[in-house]
T-cell receptor
Framework: GQQVMQIPQYQHVQEGEDFTTYCNSS?????IQWYKQRPGGHPVFLIQ?????EVKKQKRLTFQFGEAKKNSSLHITATQTTDVGTYFC???????????FGIGTKLQVIP | DTGVSQDPRHKITKRGQNVTFRCDPI?????LYWYRQTLGQGPEFLTY????????KSRLLSDRFSAERPKGSFSTLEIQRTEQGDSAMYLC????????????FGSGTRLTVV
């Protein structure tokens, strides 16, 4: 499957600042998933978005799926040091599709 | 522990040797996936199973790689005649076919080929 593009690749923020990572596809996505991987750890599933224009929140994390289902974003409000890690968006899953990961955005939070 | 288990956690092998990794998925999950991850990259798909059937194998995967899931439960990934380029983290994940298709990953097997 085609990859999804993520920007930025790296982001350093001061603790308490907000953070956003963007995921873009050249083709329409059936759904998008987001994962977090802590340093030295394995990817952990955060959420799946399916509907056009969908917005979901998990505490300080807000996930959006674009109206055209070609892009998505993850926004973290008031970052904490526990938010450090790499955030991956991934296309696919469902039916006979497998999940295809982007390159990820590595977030560093400076205390 | 009801998560995905992988064994071993680390493997160092000499170039040319064969290695085999094992994955025990979450028991209720009927899909099992193998991914490979190198530093600074996202997980790269290798192959996946639904129950015991291998449904897809990456075209990038050399024929030195083979995976099995003989009874639809645990899976093994074998790499024959290892090369230095095979050094990576090998991740196993499992999921359900229906409903929330989020993957649960294991902690991975880190392979170093010297």
């Amino acid at each position: 499957g085609q990859q999804v593009m993520q920007i930025p690749q790296y982001q350093h923020v001061q603790e308490g600042e907000d953070f956003t990572t963007y995921c873009n596809s050249s083709t329409t996505l059936s759904n998008i998933q987001w994962y977090k991987q802590r340093p030295g750890g394995h990817p952990v599933f955060l959420i799946q978005l399916v509907k056009s224009g969908e917005v979901k929140k998990q505490k300080r994390l807000t996930f959006q799926f674009g109206e055209a289902k070609k892009n998505s974003s993850l926004h973290i409000t008031a970052t904490q040091t526990t938010d450090v890690g790499t955030y991956f968006c991934a296309r696919g899953a469902g039916g006979y599709q497998k999940v295809t990961f982007g390159i990820g955005t590595k977030l560093q939070v400076i205390p | 522990d009801t998560g995905v288990s992988q064994d071993p956690r680390h493997k160092i092998t000499k170039r040319g040797q064969n290695v085999t990794f094992r994955c025990d998925p979450i028991s209720e999950h009927n899909r099992l996936y193998w991914y490979r991850q190198t530093l600074g990259q996202g997980p790269e798909f290798l192959t996946y199973f639904q129950n015991e059937a291998q449904l897809e194998k990456s075209r990038l995967l050399s024929d030195r790689f083979s995976a099995e899931r003989p009874k639809g439960s645990f899976s093994t990934l074998e790499i024959q005649r290892t090369e230095q380029g095979d050094s990576a983290m090998y991740l196993c994940a499992s999921s359900l076919v229906e409903g929330n298709n989020g993957y649960t990953f294991g902690s991975g097997t880190r392979l170093t080929v010297v």
